[in-house]
């Protein structure tokens, strides 16, 4: 379902309102029409593009046209060929845009939803004369004065068109992992040159901003290459969601991430200003007030939209850690479910006692007599793990956000139990078990692709045919004459990857450049075993503690390092549990390393007698 908060309404601070015909399943993007009031574009997980009208109470039109995965982001922008709007009375001259999982962008018009959409695709081959195979873009944002529209893509780029045409000014490849989020800074800013920013996010955990003025003034006869950034704002851990800039300043940013914080930066001067820690989880979307300066909205997946005010922040950077968020989720949603087993059994011994083997499909009594849990499902946790959340719903004022039932009550009644739109009294609990069980088997096992250690040297195999030649002239040199081509060093810059297959020298200098690329990423994990692999303990013990990443795998190691560094190690690795509630867990440490008093005092101060 949708529902939409009605920000300004003073007699009720929480003025909400409900959409939900014609939604068949989870809503996973959000767009406010540009400059029609109250007309919404949604998208959701099974491909579908609709709109709702917000003021009226009648049924959402759909697109005819439908995604193969998850619909990601929805956008209105100018119409591009074939479409071409203008002269038609309050037909307003704007298009709706919609990107999903499968990597297409469709072109929609909002008066003939009925109609096929378009693959923007086929305009930028047509435009650009492309014949290769265009990387699967993941997300678009048009430039506020709609004549310019910046198309994320899975390999990290982003490429900016010009209306309405579409033909390419420029390719920004900064990132080197898939695009989430991209967002132009608006126009009504003080400096003119500030309407030419563009934020970026990925999987990498920095923000880019990239000023883009030189290339939109003035067009480059061929499409340009752009390497450096205006300005790189690192802190988060984890990767990066949704951006927005603030109407109200010149400059400002807001990003929200998994690490479970929303930061606000200052552009210009590349600083924090302040980090917002209210959220259990990771933070899916964020939205500036376009009336309060000083407020902004966030949603996670914690099922909260959250009010706060920058000024009242008490943090100004990210947390260091990013395993503590995830951990203390997991342990919290654990203890739900038990406390909630715990009082059915308790409501089912006291009250009436259902027969066995029935499930009783009631409104008041069902609740606590079925033999189901109210928490997450077996089959709703394996889906939530597969199905990793991309960009999601953004929100305007007023916010729409999305939620659905997690009542497996409702979803066996729903799906299993209906005849004729009528429910029956009773059904088998073996019946429910069998059907679930067939439904879980028949979900296809989506295999993640492992993250290679070695990702700078990985990607220079997959060159020209010539080049990989030129490579094995290049290695014979190396092995079989004294003198080394020019400009050659193995290991470093354009020959990383024969440091392989050089000497001990070349193979540690690729090690410390892919260990560099590893920490700006936030993928301090690999590079401490890019330091195992070099034999250096102590130096991957150090990071590790360092960046709250230590793991009972490297604890384990640290006595190989000596009794010092071991010591150390442990008495790092009980602060680190600590952090992350797993106190029995930092007790036992303590007791390996003969600090039996500390350990006692850890459980007596958290209460965990015996």
Known sequence: MIRVWSTLSIQNKHDTKTFWQGIKSKVTALSWHTLKEGSLAFGTDDGKVGIYEAYSNKPPQISSTYHRKTVYTVAWGPPIPPLTFGGDGDKLSVALYSCAGEGVIFQHNPWKLAGEASDIDKVIRDTNGIKHKLSPHTDLSWKPDGKILAIGNEDGSVDVFQAPNLKLLCTIQQHHKIINVICWHHEHGSQSDLGYLIASGSSNAIVYVHNLKTVIESPPESPALITEPYRSLVGHTAKITSLAWSPHHDGRLVSVCYDGTAQVWDVPQEEAVCN???????????????????????????????????????????????????????????????????????????????????????????????????????????????????????????????????????????????????????????????????????????????????????????????????????????????????????????????????????????????????????????????????????????????????????????????????????????????????????????????????????????????
Not at 508 to 534: C, N, P, R, T, V
Not at 557 to 571: C, D, F
């Open 276 to 610: 917002y820690r209210g959220h259990k989880g990771r933070l899916l979307c964020v939205q500036w007030s376009p009336v309060d300066p000083d407020v902004v909205w966030t949603g996670g997946d914690d099922f909260t939209v959250q009010e706060w005010a920058v000024s009242k922040q008490e943090h100004t950077k990210p947390p260091k850690g990013k395993k503590g968020i995830d951990l203390e989720k997991k342990r919290s949603s654990q203890q739900k479910v038990k406390a909630k087993k715990k009082k059915k059994q308790m409501t089912s011994k006291a009250g009436s006692k259902p027969q066995d083997g029935e499930v009783t499909n009631g409104e008041g009594e069902g609740r606590h007599s079925v033999g189901l849990e109210e928490g997450p499902s077996d089959l709703e946790e394996e889906e939530e793990k597969e199905r990793e959340a991309g960009p999601q719903a953004t929100m305007s004022t007023p916010i729409a956000a999305s939620k659905e039932s997690n009542r497996p009550v409702d979803r066996i009644v729903s799906e299993k139990i209906q005849n004729g739109g009528k429910a029956f009294a009773f059904v088998k609990r073996e019946v429910v078990k069998e059907e679930r069980k067939r439904e879980k088997q028949e979900i296809p096992v989506k295999k993640r692709k492992p993250r290679s250690l070695l990702p700078l040297s990985t990607t220079m195999d997959h060159r020209p045919k010539e080049e990989l030649q030129q490579d094995c002239l290049t290695l014979a040199a190396i092995r079989h004459s004294k003198v080394l081509p020019s400009q050659c060093v193995p290991g470093s810059g354009d020959h990383i990857q024969l440091g392989l297959f050089g000497d001990r020298k070349a193979l540690y200098q690729m090690f410390e450049e892919e260990g560099k690329s590893h920490i700006e990423g936030g993928h301090y994990d690999s590079a401490i075993y890019l330091l195992l692999w070099k034999g250096d303990i102590t130096g991957a013990l150090q990071m590790a503690t360092e960046k709250g990443e230590l793991t009972d795998h490297l604890v384990s190691i640290a006595p190989m390092a000596g009794y010092q560094v071991w010591s150390r190690t442990v008495e790092a690795f009980v602060k680190q549990l600590c952090f992350q509630e797993q106190f029995v867990k930092a007790a036992s440490y303590l007791l390996s390393i003969h600090k039996v008093y500390e350990a006692v005092e850890l459980l007596r101060s958290r209460q965990l007698y015996r």
